[in-house]
C-alpha cells in the first residue's frame, strides 16, 4: 500500500486561538529532529509526500531548519500548512528552502488579528506567495464561505487580492477554485465540522483516509486522517511498533474496507461534518 501523501504533525503549538480549531487537551509538545527522522523513515516506503500539518502551528517549530533538512534528505516533497502570520519572521529560511506548496489558512487572521493590522497581514503573505511562487505552489484559503459574521473580512481578502494581482474577483466564490498568479490560487469553502462537533450518525458515507492518506501526531500516534486531532482512532505509535504494522492492523484495516464499500465502520467517522456522502 502506498499513500499519495501522509500528514506529519510537528508540533500541536500555536500562536493563534481560532475558535473553529479543534479544540485539544494533548500535551503540547515540538518533534524533536531525532524523532521526526525516525517518523519519515517509518512512512519512506509508504508516500513522497508529506504534509506539516494537524494541529498547531508548523513556523513555531525552533528546530524547523533541521527539519525541513530532514526531509529534503530523505527525500521528500514537503506541503505546509500555516496561517501565514509568522510567514516575514521565517522568510529568509523558507525562501532557501525546498517546499512544494504552502497552504495558508487566511480566515484565521479574522478573530487572531486587530483589524487595523489585516491589510500588512496580507501584505506579507501576498509578498512572500510572490517572492516564492517560482519554485513552490501556493493555496490562500477562506474555508469560512457561509458564516456571514465575517462576510466583511471574506470581501476585504478578495477585494486585496484583486487589487494585488490584478485579477478580476467578481466571480471569486461561485467556484472552489480561481488562479491568481502562476503557482497561486485562491480556495473557498464551507467551514465543516470537527468528528464529533455535531451528532451526525451519517453511516452511509465514504473518505480517504487509510485510502490515500494517514497521519502521525507529534508523538508518534497514527491516525487515519488529519481531522483526527485527538487521536480518537489511534491505530499504533510509530515509536513502538513498525508502520507496515499499523496500516495492516484489523481497526485500519476494517476502516478502510468500510470506506470501500461506502460506510463508516467507526462512530467518529460517520459524526465528521468534512465529507459526507457516498
Not at 198 to 219: E, S
Not at 237 to 251: E, L, T
Request: charged share 25%; with cysteine; proline share 3%.
Amino acid at each position: 500500500m502506498r499513500f499519495k501523501k501522509v500528514y506529519v504533525e510537528i508540533t500541536n503549538r500555536c500562536n493563534f486561538n481560532c475558535s473553529f480549531c479543534c479544540p485539544s487537551d494533548r500535551e503540547k509538545r515540538f518533534v524533536s529532529p531525532e524523532d521526526f527522522s525516525a517518523i519519515l523513515f517509518s512512512i519512506k516506503p509508504y508516500t513522497d509526500y508529506i504534509y506539516l500539518h494537524v494541529l498547531g502551528e508548523p513556523l513555531l517549530h525552533p528546530q524547523l531548519e533541521l527539519l525541513l533538512r530532514e526531509a529534503h534528505t530523505q527525500g521528500f516533497h514537503v506541503n505546509l500548512t500555516t496561517n501565514g502570520s509568522l510567514l516575514q519572521r521565517r522568510r529568509d529560511l523558507l525562501l532557501r528552502s525546498s517546499i512544494r506548496q504552502f497552504n495558508i489558512s487566511l480566515h484565521d487572521a479574522e478573530e487572531n488579528i486587530p483589524q487595523t493590522q489585516w491589510q500588512s497581514y496580507l501584505q506579507d503573505v501576498f509578498t512572500f506567495a510572490n517572492d516564492k511562487s517560482s519554485d513552490s505552489y501556493f493555496s490562500l484559503r477562506l474555508w469560512n464561505r457561509v458564516d456571514e459574521s465575517v462576510s466583511y473580512f471574506n470581501r476585504m481578502c478578495v477585494s486585496y487580492m484583486s487589487d494585488f494581482w490584478g485579477v478580476d474577483m467578481s466571480d471569486a466564490f461561485s467556484a472552489r477554485n480561481k488562479k491568481l498568479s502562476d503557482h497561486i490560487f485562491f480556495q473557498n469553502a464551507a467551514r465543516f465540522s470537527w468528528p464529533g462537533e455535531k451528532k451526525l450518525q451519517i453511516r452511509k458515507r465514504t473518505c480517504y483516509g487509510m485510502r490515500d492518506h494517514v497521519a502521525v501526531l507529534v508523538d508518534g500516534t497514527v491516525v487515519p486522517c488529519c481531522l483526527d486531532a485527538n487521536g480518537a482512532l489511534a491505530l499504533g505509535n510509530v515509536f513502538k511498533q513498525r508502520f507496515s504494522d499499523i496500516i495492516a492492523s484489523d481497526r485500519a484495516q476494517k476502516l478502510l474496507d468500510g470506506f470501500r464499500r461506502g460506510e463508516a465502520v467507526e462512530p467518529l467517522c460517520a459524526d465528521c461534518g468534512f465529507f459526507v456522502g457516498v
